[in-house]
Structure formats: C-alpha cells, structure tokens
T-cell receptor, first 115, second 113 residues
C-alpha cells in the first residue's frame, strides 16, 4: 500500500492554457474523489467516482473541468482555458466502503498556479 | 445538503495540556459518518478519528477522543497530553452516503512549548 499518489506536485501555467492532473488511488479502493482547497479553507468537493462511473459532480465544476477514471483505476482531472481563479490545491482521495472501516485517504495534492 | 461548522478559527494549547476543538454539523440523514482530519503545513490530510452516527460510544484513538452528541449535532475533538507535533489545521467532516465528504472551515491549532 503506497497511498494515494498525485502528479504533478506543482503546476504553473499561463491563463488560457489547459492542464491535466493525475491521481493513482490505493489499489483496493473502489471510490475516488477530487477536491479543491484554497488557502486557509476546508476542501470543497468536486466530483466522485465509484469504479469507472462518475456518480456525483459539484456545481463548482464548470464545463471547463472534466474528470475521467478509465477502467476504474487512476483518474485524471483536466481544466481547460485556465483562469486565475482556478489557482488552488487539487486533492485526490480514495476510499473503500465506509462500512468496512477507515476513511478517505488523501494524496499530497497538486498545487496549481495560474499566472 | 450537509453543512459543517467549526467556530474556532484558531486555538492554542500548552504542551502536555488538553485542548478541545468544536464542531457542529447539519444533516437530514439518520446514518452518517463523522471524521476529524489533521493537515500539517504543506503536508497531506491525515485521518485522526472517525465516528459512526449509529454508535453511541464515543470513538477514541490513543490521545484523541471525541464527544459525539447526536441530538445536538455536535462532534468535538479532545486532544490529551498535547505534543508539538499536534500543531496543524484540524478539519471536521461529515459523510452520509460515502459519496461526498463535507468539510468545515478548519481550526488552526498551535502548541506552545
């Protein structure tokens, strides 16, 4: 169990460019989540996958954002035409059924800076 | 929709003393889970403790324990024998169906040597 991995750790991009982040969850976790966290705030939910199916999507997720989880393994989060307001830490988490114990395991995040 | 409120933006405690962080939540569900997460500066979110709403017994994990008051929708975290390594942001969070964790705004805990 190597935990939840996110790549890259940091990304600086110019406004208007597209960026893509990757998340590799814990292998036996069937649920995967994306969150966004701005400085000094709690994380905000973006989207949730159970296996390869995207089951929940926040209204925060504009049509510039898209997430995929092909084959129910790793996931990608793409932001098109980035804006300065997209600057934040993007966190990925995974979990198994909470009835089995434990909680959400978070990755170290990808810090996005849009200049 | 769930909401989670942490009314203490910042708390401080003397090393080896005890501190309690407050959290209230609102949910229409009868079955849900509550969590406390710790986020050290520039480091990842770590699960501290979890509580199932159907369990009346308060959860404990070593120096960490909770006071879960279901009727009052209150879920406070007590840290005993505080250590310098406990300094971090602490987030209270709730989940009602395993498809979304809703976080409070966080409490920054400072530990004084």
């Amino acid at each position: 169990d190597t935990g939840v991995s996110q790549d890259p750790r940091h990304k600086i991009t110019k406004r208007g460019q597209n960026v893509t982040f990757r998340c590799d969850p814990i292998s036996e976790h069937n649920r995967l989540y994306w969150y966004r966290q701005t400085l000094g705030q709690g994380p905000e939910f973006l989207t949730y996958f159970q296996n390869e199916a995207q089951l929940e999507k926040s209204r925060l997720l504009s049509d510039r954002f898209s997430a995929e989880r092909p084959k129910g393994s790793f996931s990608t989060l793409e932001i098109q035409r980035t804006e300065q307001g997209d600057s934040a830490m993007y966190l990925c988490a995974s979990s198994k059924d909470l009835g089995q114990g434990g909680g959400y395991t978070f990755g170290s995040g990808t810090r996005l800076t849009v200049v | 929709a769930q909401t989670v409120t942490q009314s203490q933006p910042e708390m401080s405690v003397q090393e080896a003393e005890t501190v309690t962080l407050s959290c209230t939540y609102d949910t229409s569900e009868s079955d849900y889970y509550l969590f406390w997460y710790k986020q050290p500066p520039s480091r990842q979110m770590i699960l501290v403790i979890r509580q199932e709403a159907y369990k009346q017994q308060n959860a404990t994990e070593n120096r960490f324990s909770v006071n879960f008051q279901k009727a009052a929708k209150s879920f406070s975290l007590k840290i005993s024998d505080s250590q310098l390594g406990d300094a971090a942001m602490y987030f209270c969070a709730s989940d009602n169906a395993g498809n979304m964790l809703t976080f409070g705004g966080g409490t920054r805990l400072m530990v004084k040597p």
